[in-house]
Each structure stands twice: as structure tokens, then as C-alpha cells.
């Protein structure tokens, strides 16, 4: 069974840190991965996409891809209060449409 | 429209009712999902539609469950003979291909958040 999983935390970081969320996934033949923020009570939006490995940048927020060790991660550098939110990692199945996704980690930026 | 749109926002029903929830998806895009999230947990997936066509409907819970694409536009999901364990948030989200892995980035509507007394 194809398998995404996140530490559900919450993890506690502290306002201006830097803060990392990690995902693993079980299907070696996946090819997009997705992070997705999910303020409490709204939607999922789409924070950054990744493809290939190594790392990939786009303001405060860093994707990195390491398909041999299977897992994606993301970082938010100097982090704020309206970063505190919960985070889904989304992974798709070989090449197919569906998305496989995490249970989502809870963050929590202390001000 | 700009953005995928669902309706209703809320939407309260008595167990055994029969409910229809909606979906409009961004404008051109081909594929539309349905997930459920229930309070506190992940998503769910339900069912997925490329044009009208749904070749994955393996996430109906039961055969309560029912889904249409018209037009290749909206999809209404129907839940017939609602009991209280289908009280979620119903989400629809669509994307320009489900056939183009990198082409399937899913953009989310505010979702449907049904409540079964």
C-alpha cells in the first residue's frame, strides 16, 4: 500500500527560526511531490511543488527532494505567527493522477 | 471563475436525508477530485473525474455515494441516506490534467461542511 507519512508534531518553533517539516513516501516510482498549508477551518493551498531532487527555493520557503532516501522536506526560514498552520505533504503514485497524502504536521510559531 | 467554488458553504441535514453538494471547477481545468476530511484528520480521497469520465471511484465509501461531471465542468457529489458518520468537510479540487503528472498541481474550493443531526 502506498504510504505517505508525517510526523503529526505539533512542533513548536520559535518566532524568526527556522522551521523543518519532514515527509517520507513508499512509492520509489512517485515523481511530484507537493506541500500544502491548511489554516484551521480552511482549504489546503499550495505552498511549493518539487520534481526533481536537490533543493528547490521560493522566498522564505525551501523544498528539498531526496528521491534515493525517499523523503521530502520543507523549511521556512524566519519564521512568522501566520506560518503557524497545519502542513500536508502530497506525493503522486508512479505516473499516475492521484495524489498520495500525509496526515499533515501541525506548526506552531511562538511569537 | 477564478478559482474552484462549492457549494453550499454549510449544509445541515436529518439522518436519512439525501443531500447534493457542488463543485465548479477552474475554468479549462480537466480533472476534478473529491476528498472528505473529517475534523482533525487528513484527506480523504473519494473520487476522480478526467472530462466526465471518473475512472477512480474506489474512494466511495458505500454505494450511498454518487458522483457526476456534466459538461466537463461541474460535478455534484450525492450522498443518499445520510447517517451521522458522513458529517465532514466534502472538499473538490481540480487541476489542468490528471493525465500530466506535472501538470497536476490541485487547487482546492473553500469546501462543503455538512453536519448530519
Known amino acids: 500500500q502506498k504510504e505517505v507519512e508525517q510526523n503529526s508534531g505539533p512542533l513548536s518553533v520559535p518566532e524568526g527560526a527556522i522551521a523543518s517539516l519532514n515527509c517520507t513516501y513508499s512509492d520509489r516510482g512517485s515523481q511530484s511531490f507537493f506541500w500544502y498549508r491548511q489554516y484551521s477551518g480552511k482549504s489546503p493551498e499550495l505552498i511549493m511543488s518539487i520534481y526533481s531532487n536537490g533543493d528547490k527555493e521560493d522566498g522564505r520557503f525551501t523544498a528539498q527532494l531526496n528521491k534515493a532516501s525517499q523523503y521530502v522536506s520543507l523549511l521556512i526560514r524566519d519564521s512568522q505567527p501566520s506560518d503557524s498552520a497545519t502542513y500536508l505533504c502530497?506525493?503522486?503514485?508512479?505516473?499516475?493522477?492521484?495524489?498520495?497524502w500525509g496526515a499533515g504536521t501541525k506548526l506552531i510559531i511562538k511569537p | 471563475g477564478a478559482g474552484v467554488s462549492q457549494s453550499p458553504s454549510n449544509k445541515v441535514t436529518e439522518k436519512g436525508k439525501d443531500v447534493e453538494l457542488r463543485c465548479d471547477p477552474i475554468s479549462g481545468h480537466t480533472a476534478l477530485y473529491w476528498y472528505r476530511q473529517s475534523l482533525g484528520q487528513g484527506l480523504e480521497f473519494l473520487i476522480y473525474?478526467?472530462?466526465?469520465?471518473?475512472?477512480?471511484k474506489s474512494g466511495l465509501p458505500s454505494d450511498r455515494f454518487s458522483a457526476e461531471r456534466t459538461g466537463g465542468s461541474v460535478s455534484t457529489l450525492t450522498i443518499q441516506r445520510t447517517q451521522q458518520e458522513d458529517s465532514a468537510v466534502y472538499l473538490c479540487a481540480s487541476s489542468i490534467s490528471g493525465r500530466a503528472v506535472a501538470k497536476n498541481i490541485q487547487y482546492f474550493g473553500a469546501g462543503t461542511r455538512l453536519s448530519v443531526l
Open positions: 502530497a506525493v503522486n503514485v508512479g505516473s499516475n493522477y492521484q495524489l498520495i
Open positions: 473525474f478526467q472530462g466526465n469520465s471518473a475512472p477512480d
